[in-house]
């Protein structure tokens, strides 16, 4: 009895001790980069690159942040609808998955943080723990098909980068969507993995929801793009799977805002000499997409904990 019991628990220590020792390795391997790149540049360099962008590309990059911003949220105006349909109302959808991607984008750890922070908000609208769950599951299926659909036209549509290999799986990620589509169009309104169940969206929602994530990344590749040198980005499809790349591997890291990782990755795509001008991009494009999204979530949650509380002491 004792022996079946511990091997799942030697199993479940085995898996998770590794996956710290993989997120350690990357952070171990980001720093050393980072240190290797930043030592050779000189801040007054970077300053001057970030004096050097012109207002309208900063504006440019303020607007594509509103639009991946308004995409994500309505990952979680679909992910609601689906689970608990018609229990929440628009408003408190749109406030709940605008503030969680704000904050937890910032935070990191996505599964603990938006997990607590859509419940705190939809548990006042009666939503059960199981199905923030779920909520937070559909969630993250639309983010990974936002991810899945650019890199397939980028590889589809053959960026440099890909040095004539992309196109075979682009056509893999094409197909699997198809796939995908015409399963959610049988009579599946239910997806069971193991214990844990789940609504799934219809075949019409889902490629919607394909749809908005294609332009939520084009939209987070767009806020980066427009803070580089025009010299130094190149074309946006070049661009574009170095960004997604970077995202990926902050994710993996699992350091807050993928902080480390991605800035290490990014930096690694260019040249040494177009370093400083990359390096400037970045930190503002933490202080566009990251930073300004986090104050004013925190901001509107912190007023709405302050209603809530006022409300229940009357």
Known sequence: ??????????????????KYVLAAAFVGVAIFLLHRYIAR???????????????WHVLASIGATLVSWSCL?????????????????????????????????????????????????????????????????LVGFAVALGFASVTAIALLLEPSIAHGWGRWPGVALVILFVLLLRWLAGKHDELRIWKFSTPVPSARSAAAQVAIGTVEMIGAIAAMYFLLPADVAGSFLDFAPIYVGAILAGIISNTPGGIGAFEALTLAAFPQEQRAQVLAALLAYRVIYGLGPFAIASLALGAFEIRRRTRTSR
């Open 1 to 18: 009895m004792t022996d079946k019991h511990a091997q799942p628990t030697l199993k479940a220590f085995a898996s998770r001790a590794t």
């Open 73 to 137: 949220t309505a990952y979680d105006v679909f992910a609601v609808e689906t689970v608990v349909p018609g229990k929440v109302s628009m408003r408190m959808k749109i406030f709940s998955g605008a503030t969680t991607h704000a904050i937890c984008n910032a935070l990191g750890f996505h599964a603990i943080t938006g997990t607590a922070l859509r419940y705190r908000m939809l548990s006042t609208r009666g939503v059960s723990a199981p199905d923030v769950a779920r909520v937070v599951g």
């Open 41 to 55: 540049m000189s801040w007054q360099d970077i300053r001057a690159a970030i004096d050097r962008i012109p207002r």
